[in-house]
Structure formats: structure tokens, C-alpha cells
């Protein structure tokens, strides 16, 4: 696919289904992220750390978020990450998982904090899915590319069920045997004497 705005190849991003121009730094994106996204048209205080234009206040399932409306990608606390992924967890199944891996190559990106201005962390998501996070422990702050959300909240945990615990009726305590009352007993005696 060719840049609508260069004309240069674009490339696809990562296991997301979006396109990224590497010449002129232009986003396409064919099909919708279905992040639920909903920006609210106020500035955030701070720029995009992947192509530096103003974030702006959203919300996502009613969590708060600045939100990049060119690459698609938002910026929030981890904190605040961890309930919107257990809120959309709650409407998907262990089928939907996506097992698609990332590109190793995202782990070697460095963004800088939009908050504190020093480098990110680039990882995987440690709560599960095959996606590539940047995150800022000064700030406590995460920032995900348009389409991650997507692949870390179809990633069900295996929850194991606990067996029901047995009840049986006590049982007295046996007697030890000759050789265990003889070990005991010479475990107490005073260490000088050897």
C-alpha cells in the first residue's frame, strides 16, 4: 500500500491491522480499532510521544485517557490501565485470544514520557497478550498504540478451578516408632555431649 500522502510505501504495524508511512510519518487505518475511544474535544497538557501533536482528554469505558486522534494511540496511568482491561476482559472469550506475535523490532523503540520527558520502557505487557507497551515507572504512566488494547484485552487468563478440599474426621496421633522416639529423644539432648 502506497502513502496517500507521499506516495512512499507504507508498512504494516507490528500484529496490528494499521499502516504507518516511515518517510512522512502518516497513519492509515483500514478497518476500525474498536478500542472505544471516546475523545471529549478538551486538550490534555501534553503531546504524543510517537509523532508530537497534542493529546487530547478522552475516555475509554469511562476511564480517563489522553488520546492521540493521528496515530490513534493513548497515554493513562497504569492504575487506570489495569480497569479498563478488566472491564473489557469481562466481554470476550478465550477463543477470541489473538495469537498473532509482535514484532520484536518494537521492543527496541524509545519514546519519551509526554509527562517527565525522559525514556519509556518498551516491553510486553506483562498482564498477558501479545503486545508491546511503553511504560514510564517515574510517572506510572502506560502508553498504547492504536490497536494493542484491542490484542491485550482478548487475552484471557487460564483460571484454574480449586478442587473442593476433602473433610475427613481427625485422627488421632499415632505413636511414634521405636527408632523415631529414640531419634527425638537424642535431638534433645544438650550439642557438648558429642
Keep these: 500500500m502506497n502513502c496517500p500522502t507521499c506516495g512512499a510505501a507504507m508498512q504494516l504495524v507490528g500484529n496490528r491491522l494499521h499502516f504507518r508511512c516511515d518517510f512522512c510519518d502518516t497513519f492509515h487505518f483500514p478497518e476500525e480499532t474498536n478500542e472505544g475511544v471516546s475523545p471529549l474535544g478538551e486538550p490534555a497538557g501534553c503531546d504524543c510521544p510517537v509523532c508530537h501533536k497534542p493529546l487530547q482528554n478522552a475516555t475509554i469505558d469511562g476511564e480517563a485517557v489522553a488520546y492521540c486522534d493521528r496515530c490513534r494511540g493513548f497515554l493513562t496511568l497504569t492504575p487506570i ?78 483460571v484454574r478451578q480449586v478442587e473442593q478440599t476433602l473433610h475427613l474426621a481427625p485422627v488421632a496421633p499415632s505413636q511414634p516408632e521405636p527408632f523415631e522416639a529414640d531419634l527425638v529423644e537424642l535431638l534433645s539432648l544438650p550439642w557438648d555431649l558429642f
Excluded at 131 to 152: F, K, Q, S
Aim: aromatic fraction near 8%; proline fraction near 8%.
Design 81 to 158: 490501565f489495569g480497569s479498563i482491561v478488566g472491564k473489557r476482559r469481562q466481554h470476550h472469550a478465550a477463543h477470541e485470544q489473538i495469537l498473532t506475535p509482535f514484532d520484536p523490532a518494537e521492543l527496541r523503540r524509545r519514546l519519551q514520557c509526554p509527562k517527565c520527558h525522559k525514556p519509556m520502557d518498551a516491553h510486553p505487557f506483562f498482564g498477558g497478550g501479545n503486545a508491546v507497551v511503553d511504560t514510564c515507572e517515574r510517572c506510572g504512566m502506560i502508553w498504547l498504540d492504536a490497536g494493542e488494547l484491542a490484542i491485550i484485552e482478548r487475552y484471557i487468563p487460564h
